[in-house]
């Protein structure tokens, strides 16, 4: 099993980092083999769209705190305005993102975003396909357990998916870096903070023109509404 997983990650390293090399020691290769392995189980149990550029309207029940905003969705996936669109509602969750997601001892907060051609670590590269970006949402996860513990996000099988400018929605790609919130399986220090990301693949002419983001974070059957910038 080991050697199929080291194959498809050989295979999977050189269509991400294309010519250049890379020279890992034998922890770090293990390391990136039992993490491919846990996302290739991820995506064989829990098959949904995330490499699409948008999802559908969600229809699965909200916690509701605040009145209704309506807003329309982008149903195109080149992200022509002029294309039909559907009416859709967003409202935030009293619930904080962290229980949301189903996580206890951690704290998991927004700080930021960047929209780039590339997104790299020290292992992979991500590139846009042609005539899109990537939007890099950046959050903040600290553990308050006051011990080592372990956050788990990838056994959750959880889902999220970004609105821009209240009128475009597209889901998270499913990607190999190390340090992605959708897939993540971390141990962290005591009170130890570290940077984590979502990436989502949107059509460039939003480049210098995103006004409000939202997030939707589905576990399950619920489905939890955040606004990152508005």
């Not at 305005?81 to 962290?98: G, H, L, P, R």
């Not at 970004?162 to 141990?187: A, H, P, R, Y």
């Amino acid at each position: 099993m080991r050697k199929k997983i080291s194959i498809l990650l050989c295979t999977t390293m050189l269509c991400l980092t294309g010519c250049g090399m890379m020279s890992l020691t034998t922890k770090e290769s293990d390391m990136i083999a039992e993490y491919a392995a846990y996302v290739l189980v991820k995506h064989d149990r829990n098959y949904f769209p995330k490499l699409k550029d948008e999802v559908e309207e969600e229809t699965t029940r909200a916690n509701w705190v605040t009145p209704d905003v309506s807003t329309s969705v982008d149903q195109n996936p080149t992200g022509n305005t002029s294309s039909s669109t559907s009416e859709t509602t967003a409202t935030f969750s009293s619930k904080s993102m962290a229980e949301a997601m189903g996580v206890e001892g951690f704290d998991i907060s927004y700080t930021n975003y960047e929209l780039v051609k590339e997104y790299k670590d020290d292992y992979f590269t991500m590139p846009a396909v042609e005539g899109t970006k990537l939007l890099v949402c950046k959050f903040q996860v600290t553990n308050q357990s006051g011990q080592e513990s372990i956050l788990n996000i990838l056994e959750k099988q959880l889902s999220f998916r970004c609105l821009i400018n209240k009128e475009k929605k597209v889901g998270s790609q499913l990607t190999m870096l190390l340090n992605d919130l959708s897939s993540l399986k971390e141990t962290f220090a005591a009170n130890e903070t570290k940077e984590v990301l979502l990436i989502f693949q949107i059509s460039d002419s939003y480049d210098g023109n995103i006004s409000s983001l939202q997030l939707t974070i589905k576990n399950g059957e619920e489905s939890n509404h955040y606004s990152l910038m508005d």
